[in-house]
């Protein structure tokens, strides 16, 4: 009998541990699609494309000149962008980021959902949202929060570089503020003879919440024609340290090009 009740005893708490284990196992759930880079990746995937991150080494390149570290650079968990701008604890640099993406896009809408304090940057840290020959002074089309080294200049620029060299380039520069939290959508949309701008607040499909607005259109001005890639960076003006010192990080939730069929 007492053989029989310990082996009933045995049963039941077995039953029990097993049953506790089911409830704390941990659960597993699948990274979203092209998520979680780690710091330092040559390339990255983001909102369904893939992206090449820059890296200058123990050197400096240009916008600045700066140093530019593919560790400042990251896809989290969710999917989401970080690009971040800080100083080295040991060569005492502060090191930039960049992405392009490594195809090329043309006629089409561009857009961005950004979290950030972009309204509030130092006057020497620049967040830029562009397409880019690769050849300065032609063929690039902006969207830039900046006040370029002096703190009473408007903060947000629209800029179109043309087609070619020695015709106007298009600049609409302005203040604006973040009023309530730090989410914001920005776009801009090419045909072959104009770039419609468009900023708005919080995460926006449409035109609600819309701030700012601009458009550079022919014949006054020459846009660019050609297929280009998409750059995101954040960096320093002349590469001149942060006034304040800060570390500043970026979250692009996501970018979205939208072609003109």
């Known amino acids: 009998m007492r053989n029989a009740l310990l082996s009933l005893v045995i049963l039941f708490l077995s039953s029990c ?43 400096t390149m240009g916008p600045g000149p700066n140093y530019w570290d593919a560790k400042n650079v990251w896809v989290d968990e969710k999917g989401i962008l970080h690009l971040k701008l800080s100083k080295d604890p040991v060569s005492r640099q502060w090191r930039c980021a960049e992405v392009k993406s490594t195809v090329t896009f043309g006629y089409g809408t561009y ?15 620049v967040f830029g949202l562009f397409n880019y020959s690769g050849t300065d002074g032609i063929d690039e089309m902006d969207i830039e929060f ?14 179109i570089y043309p087609a070619e060299i020695n015709l106007p380039t298009f600049h609409d520069n ?14 801009f949309s090419r045909t072959s003879t104009s770039v419609s701008y468009k900023s708005l607040y919080g ?5 609600t919440n819309l701030f700012a607005t601009a458009t550079c259109s022919a014949p006054a001005y020459k846009v660019s024609t050609l297929r280009m890639p998409v750059y995101m960076n ?28």
């Open 17 to 59: 541990s097993s049953s506790l284990e089911k409830d704390i196992a941990p659960q597993l759930y699948p990274a979203p699609e092209g998520a979680a880079t780690q710091p330092g990746d040559q390339t990255i995937t983001f909102s369904g494309y893939t992206w090449t991150v820059k890296n200058s080494g123990t050197g």
């Open 111 to 125: 857009e961005w959902k950004v979290d950030g304090p972009i309204d509030t940057f130092d006057k020497q840290v």
């Open 146 to 159: 900046a006040r370029w080294g002096v703190q009473e200049n408007p903060n947000l620029n629209y800029t």
């Open 174 to 187: 302005r203040l604006f503020n973040l009023s309530e939290g730090s989410y914001s959508t920005h776009r």
């Open 203 to 207: 995460f926006q499909d449409g035109d």
């Open 234 to 261: 954040l960096w320093l003006f002349r590469g001149q340290e942060p006034a304040d010192g800060s570390t500043v990080e970026i979250l692009i939730h996501s970018f979205k090009f939208t072609p003109i069929l």
